[in-house]
């Protein structure tokens, strides 16, 4: 009775795991909800960072002694799992695994037929995910000031010019597959802008840089890749199935991740203001990039944001408004969780 009981105990655990892993899974596909915030939310953000931080060469190494089969070896590779927290890091990443892949589909109707109003909800938690880095900071100066508008800028300037880039882009995808449709060249030539070796590197970096925002609260890794724009690309290639881009993507994450990881307990030890500033000063400028008011084309069958307009008065600024007030208060209602559970 005993063991039963201990086996329903650890599948419970494990439930609980999967459960949290969805919900970070979830926020890491809204542009604008931190899977960080969520994990400090629910109560396994330190966890979670000195799990993937135990994670290194020696992991490595002892892993790969498996192959010798030797006995010493698998009573090895079995402490050094416990040591990295490897049962944690599974059901948390199955859990997000399937958030990811349910809701793909999910997000690319919203973005594209409820543009505004997902913006404004967007924003919404955006906006109100600055108390969580604001909280952090016990002090704020002149460099951390500075650090804050460096960081703003560097968001606005990226994003500032990026819907004309995405629309050039998606414009001559469009002209190289009519190309390709009218039989003038061979197959697979208009394939060579998407699959090519240069864009393919480019996914593996954005990979590497939008999962790190994941272990950063109040940075959301999902806008970071629209901010690049990739967001619809890693949404299709779920969608589609694209196993060649979602391995590139993958890989990226992977290193990204255990980089970023040892990189940002660098950071914070040696210089945290200001590089809690500096978050801060991303997501602020990060609102700029996610006004939902836009001029657009249809490209392909997908919408395109070209130009901020101001919006009119009508029911579309209506539910926009209300889509952000919702937004707001999702994570004022995270926030009180977090300080009920940390009370």
């Not at 010493?72 to 199955?94: K, Q, T, Y």
């Not at 991303?282 to 101001?310: C, K, Q, T």
Request: hydrophobic letters at 50%.
């Amino acid at each position: 009775m005993r063991t039963w009981k201990g086996e329903q105990r650890q599948t419970l655990i494990y439930l609980n795991l999967i459960v949290k892993g969805f919900l970070i899974g979830i926020a890491n596909i809204i542009p604008g909800l931190s899977g960080g915030t969520l994990a400090l939310v629910l109560g396994i953000y330190e966890r979670l960072i000195r799990a993937l931080h135990n994670i290194g060469a020696r992991t490595v190494q002892k892993l790969s002694a498996l192959v010798t089969l030797k006995k010493e070896a698998l009573s090895e590779a079995r402490s050094e799992l416990h040591r990295i927290d490897f049962e944690f890091l599974v059901m948390l990443g199955v859990g997000a695994v399937i958030a990811i892949v349910a809701t793909s589909k999910l997000m690319s109707y919203l973005l594209n037929e409820q543009h505004d109003p997902t913006y404004g909800f967007f924003s919404g938690l955006i906006l109100t995910s600055i108390i969580v880095p604001v909280k952090m900071l016990r002090r704020f100066g002149w460099r951390e000031l500075i650090a804050l508008l460096i960081a703003a800028a560097l968001t606005v300037g990226l994003s500032a010019g990026m819907g004309e880039k995405n629309l050039e882009r998606e414009k001559r995808k469009e002209n190289l597959q009519a190309v390709r449709t009218s039989d003038s060249i061979p197959h697979g030539t208009a394939d060579f802008d998407e699959h090519s070796f240069a864009r393919l590197v480019y996914l593996f970096v954005c990979g590497a840089v939008a999962i790190s925002a994941m272990i950063l609260p109040g940075v959301s890794g999902s806008f970071i890749l629209l901010l690049f724009g990739v967001y619809f690309d890693v949404l299709a290639a779920i969608n589609d199935r694209n196993l060649m881009v979602l391995a590139i993507f993958a890989v990226g994450c992977g290193i990204g991740l255990l980089a970023f990881t040892r990189l940002l307990n660098y950071v914070l030890g040696h210089f945290y203001h200001l590089t809690i500033s500096f978050l801060i000063g991303l997501m602020i400028g990060s609102l700029y990039g996610l006004w939902p008011f836009r001029n657009y084309e249809i490209v392909g069958g997908g919408r395109i944001d070209v130009a901020h307009i101001i919006p009119q008065a009508n029911t579309n600024l209506l539910s926009t408004s209300a889509a952000f007030l919702l937004g707001c208060g999702l994570i004022m209602l995270f926030y009180r969780f977090e300080k009920r559970g940390s009370a």
